[in-house]
């Protein structure tokens, strides 16, 4: 299906800095969700965000869902080694009555020690 | 602690055999599964949806006598990769949803190899 476009596709940054990655749509969305991927692993639920303009957080991480409804950011403070991972946003199209997730093309972090 | 169970974690099988993998959701009733399938270095396609008690969508381009999927119980989906070839190596990876609204949870997913 359709992708959204999320960006950077890497990042390598020292530990302790923020990193901040983003997607955007030209569709509305009626949620967006923010998922992490380890190697060899399933996406693990980071954040899920439902209205237009909520700003969520969970630990470390923030989430925004964007005014527009067509753009969504993911904040990560204080980076540190575990947070290495592929972190993907996917929404949920606001046509789509089955629920389905649209994703975006993951975000490669590396953090050196 | 993990909400959707996939097993195997890992299959090595032989070229034209047949390979079962499992998707349990274990807290809830999911009433829709998603098997989804990633290459790697890349983000995750969806192949299927699985609705208990009726037939399956398949995405576009994707063989549904191939992929077999069945979602027989409200906690159980199995994805049968037919007459496996080594292109179907890959990660599979299902999701499941209880309620409506909720958010999706993914399985830890089945690295399969086809020889």
């Known amino acids: 299906g359709q992708q959204l476009n999320q960006s950077p596709q890497s990042m390598f940054i020292q530990e302790g800095e923020d990193v901040s990655m983003n997607c955007t749509s030209s569709?509305?969305?009626?949620?967006w969700l923010w998922y992490k991927q380890d190697p060899g692993e399933g996406p693990v639920l980071l954040i899920a965000?439902?209205?237009?303009?909520e700003l969520t957080s969970n630990g470390r991480l923030t989430a925004q869902f964007g005014i527009t409804r067509k753009d969504s950011f993911l904040n990560i403070s204080a980076s540190i080694p575990s947070d290495v991972g592929i972190y993907f946003c996917?929404?949920?199209?606001?046509?789509?009555?089955?629920?389905?997730?649209?994703f975006g093309g993951g975000t490669r972090l590396m953090v050196k020690p | 602690g993990a909400v959707v169970s996939q097993h195997p974690s890992r299959v090595i099988c032989k070229s034209g055999t047949s390979v079962k993998i499992e998707c349990r959701s274990l807290?809830?009733?999911?009433?829709?599964m998603f098997w989804y399938r990633q290459f790697p270095k890349q983000s995750l396609m969806l192949m299927a949806t699985s609705n208990e008690g009726s037939k399956a969508t398949y995405e576009q381009g994707v063989e549904k006598d191939k992929f077999l999927i069945n979602h027989a119980s409200l906690t159980l989906s199995t994805l049968t990769v037919t007459s496996a070839h080594p292109e179907d190596s890959s990660f599979y990876i299902c999701s499941a949803r209880g309620r409506r609204g909720s958010p999706l949870h993914f399985g830890n997913g089945t690295r399969l190899t086809v020889t």
């Open positions: 569709s509305i969305f009626n949620t």
């Open positions: 965000l439902y209205k237009a303009g």
């Open positions: 807290d809830f009733q999911a009433t829709t």
């Open positions: 996917a929404g949920q199209p606001s046509n789509n009555a089955g629920n389905m997730l649209t």
